[in-house]
């Protein structure tokens, strides 16, 4: 197919067939009448003569009046939208359509003169002709009138756009394409040049009637190119159309609408991008995708938008979805792929300065970006256990670096770009001095909390192992001074106050970790615990303690597995003990070795440590088997007073009654003051809350239900909270 196509649209073709159907009907009687009126002597041949070349001067003239301005018009539209437009007018059918209508008429009259009879008077047969001449004439004329409408429509913007793109198709595009890689060449510049100058000038009707016609147009194109039979999308001639859309025309339609100030436009056209993005990936179209991203990471780059917060904050929202998108479709080698491209991108960012004026910019990025690991344990947790890098003998299950297991680099690139965001926004405080660098920190615990708490199969555990693992080793660079501690990072460099307490933030991540997998990860959490002392010297206090559970268990050996393992922990942070039991002769024999002082660390539904204080000895334990049985512990908290651990997979009015019963025995018994209890038991349907409250006893609960994200909720869903959650919780006053 060579140019656009010569079939006249419907409306046209209904003018006409209109005008032809007035010109059949109307103009034998219209020409009866004109040739009656007009030439009153038909005997006389000078009459006749006169009338035919009257006819032929005002039809000239009439045609060159009209296609003058016609050019004219034509012209000022090619020069503002673009060159296209002539071309279009020259293969317009309309236009073909007058030329013959005009042309037959001049022609006929000519005809007439030519063979005018020399002698009078004039034969019927002669004055027949004359009258058809007539009738012509005025057809002609007819349709004049409607030529002129038709331009003038053409030539608006909405003209221009339609005539575009009703015209255009695939083959036509890789036609144009296919002999030379020439930005001029390609087929979607006309639309493109409509849609940018409309948004220069301002005409908003005009300028969203170009930008939809300019999707549809696209839209059109990848589905001949995604369902077509005989088109390879790894063409070069395709791959080069797409790469001129979605990489340059794309990205300077949002510059375009950000200098315009035009926020609907910015908004639609990133939602769109991102919607064509999202087709092509499902299509397996990773060329498009790339080129869709680049082009968002280039208005980022780009100096004279960065000011434009409506654009750039946009662009990220919708570069975030497009990153998540592909991991809720388990395309992890190109979602790594791009959030390593991203880490590189925001590098460069950094170096520019562009945390400098925006950062709030790369705070919202992170939030936007931090359910990647939740969306990969969504889709891990859906697999079967078929790959063999989830077997527990398998050499390359614990490492992260050169994994082949796809899902661990994803959430590797991820834990990076954290890293990154975190040093760009920490540049940010430390230049303003107003501004708060916790928002990397939170996601970090809220991330690793939500996560740890989804149900996992064997191959999303790997998943959760590689999450654990890189929360270790979460490097953060606060100062020049820096301490290297294991696989663990800090700055111990700084006296700032905020950096301190964002330093204890980071410290206080807490990390759970699966039942199945607890003999696995101990050696993790002896790596998270290893260090010397001086780096954990600004560590210390409340905030700064490291706590383990498991956020899930619903039964009395899943608490009596965490405990068992937590025991196990020689060391802790501190250098000291930790003690744990599971029944009185554990106990007895802990106290026996001056190793029972406990501190009773109940923070939160999800975080238990027990941590020593102070050694401290007590002769009352041995009633302690006795009052409450093996499944129970017998702490001191940090004034040493003694705290039951009550483990109990039920809790109804009598068990509380029973068991406050054995609480004030045992208090009378050994003397020891006040005797305060704990009951861990779980909670699903928060029944036990109510319950507890009226008992005076002290209760953990845990929630096996409490997923961010639930089964049945699809990812439109969960972006919706995840606004909600981002704007109630990280927006930050940046003035």
């Given amino acids: 197919m060579n140019g656009f196509s010569n079939h006249p649209s419907p409306n046209i073709t209904d003018r006409l067939y209109f005008y032809a159907v007035i010109s059949l009907f109307a103009g034998p009687f219209i020409a009866f009448g004109l040739g009656v009126w007009l030439i009153p002597n038909p005997e006389s041949i000078d009459n006749v003569r006169f009338l035919l070349t009257s006819i032929i001067a005002t039809q000239a003239s009439i045609l060159a009046i009209v296609f003058s301005i016609t ?22 059918s309309y236009l073909k359509t007058i030329l013959i209508i005009f042309g037959f008429s001049i022609g006929l009259d000519l005809a007439l003169i030519y063979f005018q009879p020399s002698t009078s ?14 009738a012509i004439a005025f057809a002609a004329g007819l349709h004049l009138w409607s030529f002129i409408r038709h331009i003038l429509i053409q030539t608006t913007p909405e003209g221009v756009i ?3 793109a009703g015209s255009v198709d695939l083959e036509y595009c890789l036609d144009r394409l296919s002999e030379a890689n020439q930005t001029e060449r390609h087929p979607l510049n ?4 409509v849609v940018a100058n409309s948004i220069q000038s301002d005409e908003r009707m005009a300028t969203n009637h170009a930008f939809r016609r300019y999707i549809e147009t696209i839209e059109q194109l990848l589905e001949e190119i995604y369902e077509g ?4 999308k790894n063409n070069k001639a395709v791959k080069n159309l797409l790469t001129q859309i979605f990489g340059e025309q794309m990205p300077d339609l949002l510059t375009r609408a950000a200098i315009e100030n035009e926020k609907q436009l910015i908004s639609e056209i990133t939602a769109c991008n991102r919607q064509l993005a999202e087709t092509a990936s499902i299509n397996s179209d990773t060329v498009t995708v790339s080129n869709v991203y680049s082009g968002f990471v280039e208005i980022l780059k780009d100096q004279s938008v960065s000011e434009h917060s409506d654009l750039t904050l946009t662009v990220i929202t919708h570069s975030a979805g497009l990153i998540q998108n592909l991991v809720y479709q388990g395309e992890y080698d190109y979602a790594s792929e791009i959030l390593n491209q991203l880490n590189q991108d925001l590098a460069d960012i950094s170096e520019d300065g562009f945390e400098h004026r925006n950062h709030h910019l790369i705070e919202r990025l992170a939030v936007s970006l931090r359910a990647v690991p939740l969306l990969i344990l969504q889709n891990e947790n859906k697999n079967i256990a078929s790959d063999p890098i989830i077997s527990s003998t398998h050499p390359e299950r614990r490492r992260i670096s050169g994994s082949t297991h796809p899902a661990s680099d994803c959430l590797e690139q991820w834990h990076y770009l954290n890293i990154k965001t975190s040093q760009i926004l920490l540049k940010s405080e430390r230049r303003y001095n107003n501004y708060s660098t916790d928002v990397p920190c939170l996601i970090w615990e809220e991330t690793t909390k939500k996560a740890f708490k989804m149900r996992t199969n064997r191959y999303g555990r790997h998943c959760l192992r590689t999450l654990f693992e890189l929360a270790t080793r979460n490097l953060i660079e606060i100062d020049d001074e820096v301490v290297q501690s294991g696989s663990m990072v800090v700055s ?4 700032n106050q905020k950096i301190s307490r964002w330093i ?25 615990q290893r260090g010397t002392s001086n780096t954990f010297t600004s560590l210390r206090g409340e905030n700064a303690k490291f706590m383990y559970c498991d956020p899930t268990p619903v039964t009395r050996e899943d608490y009596l597995s965490i405990l068992q393992f937590l025991s196990q922990s020689s060391k802790d942070k501190n250098g000291e003990n930790i003690i744990r039991a599971t029944s009185q002769s554990e106990l007895r024999n802990a106290v026996k070795n001056n190793l029972s002082g406990v501190d009773s660390m109940l923070k939160s539904p999800t975080d238990v440590s027990l941590q020593v204080t102070t050694p401290f000895y007590s ?30 997979s039920s809790l109804e009015e009598s068990d509380i009654n029973r068991l406050k019963n054995q609480r004030d025995r045992l208090e009378k018994e050994s003397k020891a003051g006040s005797l305060r209890m704990v009951i861990l038991c779980p909670d699903s349907r928060g029944e036990i809350r109510d319950l507890v409250k009226t008992h005076n006893l002290e209760f953990s609960y845990f929630d096996s239900t409490d997923y961010i994200i639930p089964r049945q909720t699809t990812l439109e869903e969960y972006i919706v909270e995840r606004e909600s959650f981002y704007n109630s919780r990280f927006v930050k006053n940046t003035s």
């Avoid at 004219?72 to 020259?90: E, F, G, K, M, T």
């Avoid at 039979?229 to 390879?232: A, G, K, P, Q, S």
């Avoid at 039942?515 to 990860?521: L, N």
């Fill in 71 to 92: 050019i004219l018009a034509v012209q000022l539209a090619s020069n503002r939208y673009s060159p296209r437009i002539i071309n279009q007018l020259l293969e317009d």
């Fill in 121 to 134: 008077p004039i034969q019927t047969w002669y004055l027949g002709l004359i009258y058809a001449s007539i």
């Fill in 162 to 164: 339609d005539s575009l």
């Fill in 190 to 193: 006309p639309f493109y040049a």
């Fill in 229 to 232: 039979e005989t088109v390879d």
């Fill in 492 to 495: 111990i460099g700084t006296q």
């Fill in 504 to 528: 204890e933030h980071i410290a206080s991540v807490r990390i759970s970790v699966p039942i199945s997998d607890i003999e696995e990860v101990k050696n993790q959490l002896d790596i998270y």
């Fill in 619 to 648: 002769n009352n334990t041995t009633q302690f088997g006795e009052a409450f049985g093996e499944d129970s512990l017998l702490v001191y908290d940090s004034n040493l007073e003694p705290v039951v651990i009550k483990i109990i």
